[in-house]
């Protein structure tokens, strides 16, 4: 098992860099929508971005749309679990899939059963997340397994105070396999870093493509580097940028 306090290499120019955003360049919020990074940390991203030649990515669950209003639009944007990007500079471009017929309702009809469990659809994928509710974490994951279970192509992922129903190929580690196919990051060492349980499909495609894997915070992963805290992947990055 990876220790809790596993030492981190520092990153190369030759590295391509993929950055989760909740948990791990931002601060986890009760309210998902007041999550942000300071204009300093943002000035951060894009300075280690030119460093590795345009080969850093922010890799997140969250839609395109809402990743792109609270992150530099110089970097690669990855949102829906990968299932949707945008270069730099590039805006987002419309998305208009929706899950399977039946799907949306069945899941919202049980979100009304627990007070403060909010849905948020996110293209192909819905967020059910219970921050305010966190009681009823075992009994709404029961229930929307079975809701999942006559749809073959979905999947119930859970998070940190989130379930996600998400197709197979909302996947992170299947985004960062195709973008290590394609300029700027064809050629270099992966480096993912996040902290969710989200992340770790990702952690596993990094050491498939010969790279490694960085945990943020506590918790069984299969990562093989850890750093403790939010303020451990700012220092990472201002040393990174500082050279």
Not at 108 to 121: C, D, F, Q, S, W
Not at 171 to 183: E, I, S, Y
Not at 212 to 234: M, N, W, Y
């Amino acid at each position: 098992m990876l220790p809790e306090h596993a030492a981190v290499p520092a990153l190369r120019e030759g590295d391509a860099l993929f950055l989760d955003f909740d948990g791990t360049l931002a601060a986890l919020q009760d309210n998902a929508d007041t999550v942000h990074i300071s204009a300093l940390i943002s000035d951060l991203v894009v300075a280690c971005a030119e460093r590795l030649g345009g080969a850093l990515a922010i890799l997140s669950g969250r839609d395109l749309d809402d990743l792109a209003q609270r992150v530099p639009d110089g970097v690669w944007r990855f949102g829906n679990h990968g299932l949707r990007g945008a270069a730099p500079g590039e805006a987002p471009q419309p998305f208009i899939g929706t899950p399977p017929p039946g799907l949306e309702d069945a899941v919202l009809a049980i979100a009304r059963r627990y007070p403060g469990v909010r849905v948020e659809p996110k293209g192909l994928v819905l967020a059910i997340h219970y921050r305010a509710a966190p009681d009823c974490a075992q009994a709404l994951g029961t229930a929307l397994r079975s809701a999942l279970a006559p749809f073959a192509t979905y999947g119930l992922q859970h998070g940190k105070m989130v379930f996600e129903a998400k197709p197979a190929t909302a996947n992170k580690g299947a985004c960062l396999l195709r973008a290590m196919k394609m300029a700027p990051f064809a050629g270099r060492r992966p480096v993912m870093i996040g902290d969710d349980t989200t992340d770790e499909d990702a952690f596993i495609a990094s050491h498939a493509a010969g790279g490694i894997a960085v945990k943020v915070g506590a918790g069984p992963t299969a990562a093989d580097q850890r750093l403790a805290s939010i303020e451990d992947v700012h220092r990472l990055l201002r040393e990174f940028a500082a050279k």
